[in-house]
């Protein structure tokens, strides 16, 4: 592991990294996703496609990474580029999980590998569009202690600004990104995914100019027992860029 | 002889460290030992000597074990009728962090418990290699050529390449990395900085030797190890120096020429005479042409460097007997009596 200390509108972030295989010509940048961090991806990836140079990252306030301030999606970009020039990296692949898939899209990688990616706002189920309608009449009647009670699982125990952060992102749609985008994209995705239904990559793909879909069994976290198979797909990808040359 | 291993500490060799107090636990075996073990927010635990394995605080058993703390001259277990005394002589065997840097012999110290480890001054000199540099430099000891640098202030190198990177504060060889081109200089900083803010850069030469050499003082002797050549492929990375913690076989005894086996004792001699009184140290040398290098310090070495000694527990029995006493200023008060008195009140 490895930290560097990057400034961003007057703020200092500690950012926590590692890279495997340094000599590879290829760069592969792996972003985690909410919460999430660099050795749960590293712990899936790192024996696979070794063609490439893979740099680890923690997103700043997850992980080994520091966020003293608040921070919305562009501003996660901009820090993993700005670090990015620190390093020395290209934009040739970017795999983003979750969260970080829609860091990954605001890149504008070559090559941009959504692993159960969010980015497309989707309707609330009903059961937590009562859990939001409850609590703000409890918050009218003055009783914001029941707050733990209600707050998402994601936002629990998070400081200050990452809960400001969290409030940010949250709900965020970036449809027009994604049609904007000329990434070659493959989307890669678990059929029993709750956290970001399966319907969103339909919507991505509909909205995405050159993108492929893969289905694996499994949640959100599908991708940590079918890596293997992931990385092959990236790989091909990836050779058809250089086809196209 | 009844000895109270003290290991954990909120350090990154934390982990290391349980696996020491395993391994010491084996090795002396005939003596009647008590563990107490400091977790990373610094509270103290008695450990049940049957449950010193690495799994108990891994899961954190640990936490269902009674908690001691410290007082004047021992650890003591409150209990709701009363308290039980931990007594007797403490090994300090807590690495990096809390253990190396003087913080435990602080508090040692000041609750007057006589302990087998480096003093505060001690820890000072050994902890950051910046300052055993420093050290070596004032007693005419020779220590490769160096530079400092650090994460918050960017600037060139005037070393050529292989270098090799290590963190200022950090033993066991965590975040050390050997750089062969400027391309790899960044990220070896990098890993060094998650670590240290300040990191020293030292020529990386192939093929010197290296030898490594235990001792104390006890009774105005000085008593050693015998010298051992590790084995090294490159340099010993954190896995192997890991297993190296746990090591118990003895080894055997390295080939060298009388001559640099008297440079390397003498060398011993001059660092620890007046500062170390009190610790197992195990120092870390280079030679190259017949000289003698100082690499680091080691004041509380993995496992104590017990597989280097030919009869570890009485030689830590002899330290024990003859561990430096503390001269504590006596206040009677007499200057504010003579301006009572003075005042006539």
């Keep these: ?245 | 002889m009844k000895l109270t291993i003290l290991f954990g500490g909120a350090s990154f060799e934390h982990e290391i460290s349980i696996v020491s107090a395993i391994t010491l636990r084996e090795k002396l075996s005939t003596y009647e030992l008590s563990f107490i073990f400091c977790d990373q927010d610094h509270k103290f635990y008695l450990i049940d000597s049957s449950k010193m394995k690495a799994n108990t605080f891994s899961k954190g058993e640990h936490k269902n074990m009674p908690q001691v703390s410290l007082t004047n001259g021992y650890f003591e277990q409150k209990s709701m009728f009363g308290s039980t005394k931990h007594a007797g002589v403490v090994l300090n065997l807590i690495h990096g962090a809390d253990g190396e840097d003087g913080t435990i012999a602080s508090l040692l110290d000041f609750y007057d418990i006589k302990y087998i480890g480096p003093r505060v001054d001690s820890s000072v000199f050994s902890y950051d290699k910046r300052y055993t540099k420093w050290l070596c430099a004032a007693k005419k000891i020779k220590t490769i050529e160096y530079e400092v640098l650090s994460s918050n202030e960017h600037k060139n190198i005037n070393m050529s390449y292989p270098i090799i990177v290590k963190p200022a504060r950090l033993g066991s060889s965590i975040g050390v990395s050997i750089v062969k081109e400027e391309s790899e200089l960044d990220y070896a900083l990098d890993v060094a900085f998650e670590f240290d803010k300040s990191v020293i850069i030292e020529p990386f030469m192939c093929g010197i030797k290296e030898y490594n050499l235990a001792g104390f003082m006890a009774k105005g002797e000085f008593h050693f190890s015998i010298i051992e050549e590790p084995q090294k492929n490159e340099f010993l990375d954190f896995e192997k120096k890991y297993m190296d913690f746990s090591r118990s076989e003895s080894v055997s005894k390295a080939e060298l020429n009388s001559n640099i086996e008297m440079k390397l004792k003498s060398t011993f001699e001059k660092i620890y005479k007046n500062l170390f009184e009190g610790a197992l140290i195990r120092c870390d040398f280079f030679v190259l042409n017949s000289e003698v290098y100082l690499n680091e310090i080691n004041p509380i070495p993995g496992s104590m460097a017990n597989y280097l000694f030919n009869d570890f527990e009485a030689s830590l029995e002899l330290l024990a007997s003859s561990l430096p006493t503390q001269r504590r200023a006596k206040t009677n008060y007499d200057y504010i009596h003579s301006i009572s008195k003075a005042k006539g009140k």
């Design chain 1, 1 to 245: 592991m490895a930290l560097k200390s990057l400034q961003y509108n007057q703020h200092t972030f500690d950012i926590s990294y590692e890279i495997l295989n340094p000599e590879a010509p290829i760069d592969l940048i792996i972003l985690p996703g909410w919460g999430s961090n660099k050795e749960l991806m590293k712990g899936s990836f790192a024996p696979y496609m070794d063609t490439f140079r893979h740099i680890y990252i923690d997103l700043p306030g997850f992980g080994k990474s520091t966020s003293s301030v608040a921070l919305e999606t562009k501003d996660y970009a901009r820090i993993v580029e700005l670090f990015m020039i620190h390093i020395n990296a290209s934009k040739d692949i970017i795999l983003g999980h979750s969260f970080g898939g829609k860091v990954a899209l605001l890149l504008e990688p070559k090559v941009l590998v959504l692993v159960g990616s969010t980015g497309i706002r989707v309707a609330k189920p009903l059961k937590i569009q009562a859990k939001i309608a409850i609590y703000k009449l409890f918050k009218l009647l003055g009783l914001k202690k029941l707050r733990s009670l209600f707050v998402a699982e994601d936002a629990k125990s998070l400081s200050e600004p990452m809960y400001q952060t969290f409030k940010n992102v949250v709900d965020e749609d970036l449809s027009d990104d994604f049609r904007s985008s000329n990434a070659k994209t493959l989307l890669c995705w678990g059929d029993k995914d709750t956290a970001t239904p399966l319907s969103i990559a339909h919507t991505m793909q509909k909205l995405l100019s050159d993108s492929t879909l893969k289905i694996y069994d499994g949640d959100h976290y599908f991708f940590m027992k079918h890596a293997k198979e992931v990385s092959q797909e990236i790989e091909n990808v990836f050779l058809q860029t250089l086809e196209h040359k």
